[in-house]
């Protein structure tokens, strides 16, 4: 079967497991490792979609829960899709809505079928199984919809962490049969299995079984300490294909960025970025910055000497400052467009180290500028 999203690996590094590729897209190409920018409710907080596509990120994520409650996915679907309804030119992805109703806690009950959960908004119950999460991304439109899985907590014990998986597999293959609109958008499967070895290559066998264009790695980055996730990454990889995108899900920070990079992973998406922005922090080229901090009150030199987004090349730490104090709304507008400009410019430099067969290097440069994460 031809899928809507085709994946081309370009090089691979001499010394480490970092790959350079292009995921293909009925909204263009997407050049990796990437990072993709975080759009919940069909906006990415504080931004512009101009401003963002400005910026060269090529790819968006939205989120399948938070579109269901508000405006619901029929109300987009009446509007033209997600690209039109929110201007949005290039590639989306969405998120099941997996992760979201799981995070619910007491609000949520699994069961076979699904997920019966009540709204944060107002408290409504509602059913997520994975033929209507297929159902909301169709109506939605992205380039590429996730399955919709079980995300085991941590710690979590292996027989609870053995069911789970086996459940999301099962669920995979629901997703698979529901997924109708095969050649506008394509169905990526997600791995889990907790931190057990033998259960992540039990899960992978599962959902590679299935032969989707894609595959992501889940059930990371919820809590464990970054030496076992890094450890857990490293053998996860190699039981994925090598000729399909591979996506890390839910990692941000730089530190993460190079390390899931090392270990062959192609995609990457987090709210860290924007939220820190809003909180008044900053990644910058020689570590992150607090600008509320006292010391900023009179510094007029620009957030970061060595970026030329918007921000730094017009407005001073000073200035900065006075916003962020003074709880003005630009202030989370130009933190987060520097901080995605950063991420984004930084991924744009590990692609061409890896051409060059220097990954090792400009990670080590990176590092020793950017000190302690």
Not at 114 to 140: T, Y
Not at 161 to 174: I, M, N, P
Not at 300 to 321: G, H, I, M, V
Request: proline residues 4%; charged residues 25%.
């Amino acid at each position: 079967m031809k899928h809507a999203v085709t994946y081309e690996l370009i090089k691979t590094d001499t010394r480490t497991k970092a790959r350079r590729g292009r995921v293909n897209t009925p909204h263009g190409s997407i050049e990796t490792p990437v990072f993709m920018p975080v759009g919940t409710a069909a906006t990415v907080k504080a931004m512009k979609p101009e401003d963002v596509e400005k910026m060269g990120a090529q790819i968006i994520l939205s989120n399948t829960y938070h579109l269901y409650l508000r405006p619901g996915h029929e109300i987009v679907k009446q509007a033209g899709g997600l690209h039109k309804f929110m201007n949005w030119n290039q590639a989306i992805l969405t998120d099941s809505g997996g992760f979201q109703v799981f995070s619910l806690g007491d609000l949520r009950k699994i069961t076979e079928e699904g997920v019966n959960f009540r709204s944060h908004i107002d408290g409504s119950s509602h059913m997520l199984s994975p033929e209507k999460s297929i159902e909301i991304q169709n109506d939605l439109g992205a380039d590429i919809i996730m399955a919709f899985d079980e995300c085991a907590p941590y710690p979590a014990d292996r027989d609870y962490v053995e069911k789970s998986l086996e459940r999301t597999t099962r669920w995979l293959e629901r997703c698979k049969d529901a997924h109708k609109n095969t050649s506008e958008q394509s169905l990526f499967g997600i791995m889990q299995g907790g931190m057990y070895q033998d259960l992540r290559l039990e899960s992978a066998k599962g959902i590679v079984a299935l032969d989707l264009p894609g595959y992501a790695i889940g059930g990371l980055s919820v809590g464990e300490p970054k030496p076992l996730m890094y450890e857990v990454l490293d053998y996860s990889v190699d039981y994925l294909p090598e000729n399909k995108p591979r996506y890390l899900m839910g990692v941000g920070s730089p530190d993460c960025l190079f390390e899931g990079v090392e270990r062959g992973i192609d995609m990457f998406d987090c709210v860290l970025p924007t939220r820190i922005a809003r909180n008044g922090a900053a990644m910058t080229s020689h570590g992150k910055v607090a600008i509320k901090n006292a010391k900023h009150e009179k510094d007029f030199s620009p957030l970061d000497d060595e970026c030329d987004c918007y921000t730094c090349k017009n407005y001073s730490r000073a200035y900065l400052r006075h916003l962020f104090k003074s709880n003005e709304i630009l202030s989370s507008m130009l933190l987060t467009e520097h901080n995605l400009h950063f991420l984004v410019k930084m991924m744009e430099k590990i692609r061409t180290s890896i051409e060059e067969d220097r990954f090792l290097e400009y990670k080590k440069e990176f590092y020793d500028k950017y000190g302690k994460f």
